[in-house]
């Protein structure tokens, strides 16, 4: 028997186009609508390894980064020339008769720290004092850091002979080594008594500037055999001192190198190191052999002197005029020369040679040497590739002089010497010309000729 119920259309839609629903959209029960949010589909995620090529130092807390160094106050540096490379300079402008600008000279004297010195002096006397050591030439803010940087080997050795000497080794049971993580020296055992003793002086002589805790760190403790006899090998090893040149017939002998350095800084140590308010240590000095706050201060004192190299002037001219230069001033340069410039007057009377050279230079306001030789002496191999040559050309490139070429440098020679020709340091001659009037000279001279 078939079945009589009536279908059910509803789903066919049968309305018009605009009245029909969405296809895509889906109607859902309200169970499944809204169903539980926790019910989530699990994810994979890539598991990251921690600390995995990441910079630890830029991520550190700020506390623990080391603390900037502030320069002392009331103590001032200074930069100041050494007169021997200036010498040599002065040396340099003599022979060769050529004018140099002082500013220039400066800006070479800061090229290299060996053609300076610096300066430092305290404000004030009553408040601060500088230690020098005399020895290594090492300058510091208190007294113990000075009698502490004497305590080096080539120091010690100048007042102690040194001698190694064999003892008994290091008795006890042990099973594993300290080594320090920067150097890999061996510390020695942790339960030896001289463990912790060990770690300060190997920091103390040579990571002074590593925090003990930051040093003591980076210690690894090895599990070796080999390690222990190697540390007790060295350890039956002991260096001996004993005074040079003594005045007593008793011999001391100072076992180890920490009762030398006792000794030494109660008789010795005291007669090396100076007090005062101002010394001066050369410029290329080590940053070990000066303290961290005056090493701040002339960092700071070189920065201010090569942005600024004008401040090098005067104590230049000063050193450069006790060595017989003179100066004059074009434009705003100063320049340092051997004579100082004196233009010709038409009442000078000149050779015809003479007169050339200066005819010459003042038809072309600025020439070089090789300029000069190639118009008022050429050479037979000069006069066919004339104008193939470079003019620039220096005297030092000239390899092969005639007689007449070697004529007119001569008089070029006693033109600039008497201060009526100027060669610059770039190789360009130029005539002496008298000085422009001031603003106030004009003045004076306009007011005579109306009165």
């Known amino acids: 028997m078939s079945d009589q119920s009536p279908l059910d259309l509803s789903n066919f839609q049968l309305v018009p186009d605009w009245l029909k629903e969405n296809p895509k959209k889906q109607n859902f029960p309200k169970e499944e609508r809204f169903r539980n949010k926790n019910d989530k589909k699990e994810v994979k995620r890539k598991k990251w390894s921690k600390g995995k090529n990441k910079n630890f130092n830029r991520n550190r807390n700020h506390q623990e ?3 900037r160094i502030v320069p002392p106050e009331g103590i001032k540096a200074e930069i100041l020339p050494c007169a021997s490379s200036l010498k040599q300079i002065a040396d340099q402008i003599k022979k060769t008769a050529r004018s140099y600008s002082v500013f220039e000279i400066a800006k070479l004297i800061l090229s290299q720290r ?3 010195e610096i300066s430092f002096k305290c404000e004030s006397e009553k408040e601060n004092d500088l230690f020098f050591g005399t020895s290594n030439n090492s300058l ?41 993580g920067i150097s890999g020296t061996l510390i020695g055992p942790p339960n030896h008594h001289s463990y912790q003793k060990e770690i300060i ?15 003591k760190n980076k210690i690894k403790i090895e599990s070796s055999e080999e390690l222990v006899e190697k540390w007790k090998k060295a350890q039956s090893v002991q260096d001996q001192y004993s005074i040079k040149n003594k005045t007593d017939d008793e011999e001391i002998v100072l ?68 060595e017989g230069l003179k100066f004059f001033k074009r434009g705003k340069k100063i320049f340092a020369c051997i004579s100082r410039p ?95 009037p001031g603003a106030k000279e004009t003045a004076d001279k306009a007011k005579e000729k109306i009165d």
Request: overall charge negative.
């Open 255 to 322: 076992k180890g190198r920490e009762e030398a350095e006792n000794h030494f800084l109660n008789n010795y140590a005291e007669e090396l190191v100076e007090t005062g308010i101002k010394f001066t240590v050369p410029g290329n000095i080590e940053g070990k052999m000066l303290s961290s706050g005056l090493l701040a201060l002339v960092k700071n004192t070189s920065i201010h002197a090569k942005k600024h190299p004008a401040s090098l002037v005067n104590p230049i001219c000063t050193i450069l005029g006790n």
């Open 342 to 436: 004196k233009p010709l007057s038409d009442d000078d009377t000149l050779s015809e040679p003479i007169k050339a050279i200066v005819t010459f230079i003042r038809d072309r306001k600025r020439v070089t040497s090789k300029e000069l030789l190639d118009e008022l002496a050429p050479s037979s191999e000069n006069t066919d590739s004339k104008t193939d040559q470079d003019s620039s050309k220096s005297d030092s490139e000239i390899e092969e002089l005639n007689e007449n070429q070697l004529k007119v440098l001569q008089d070029l020679n006693w033109l600039l010497r008497e201060g009526a020709v100027i060669a610059f340091g770039d190789g360009k001659i130029e005539l002496a010309t008298p000085k422009n």
């Open 114 to 116: 060996e053609r300076y």
């Open 140 to 180: 510091w803010l208190s007294k113990n850091e000075a009698l502490n940087s004497l305590l080096d080997e080539n120091t010690l050795l100048n007042y102690y002979n040194k001698e190694s000497v064999e003892i008994e080794a290091p008795k006890g049971n042990y099973h594993s080594i300290g080594i320090c």
């Open 65 to 67: 980064r080391t603390e």
């Open 201 to 215: 002086n190997l920091h103390k002589n040579k990571f002074p500037n590593i925090e003990l805790e930051t040093f």
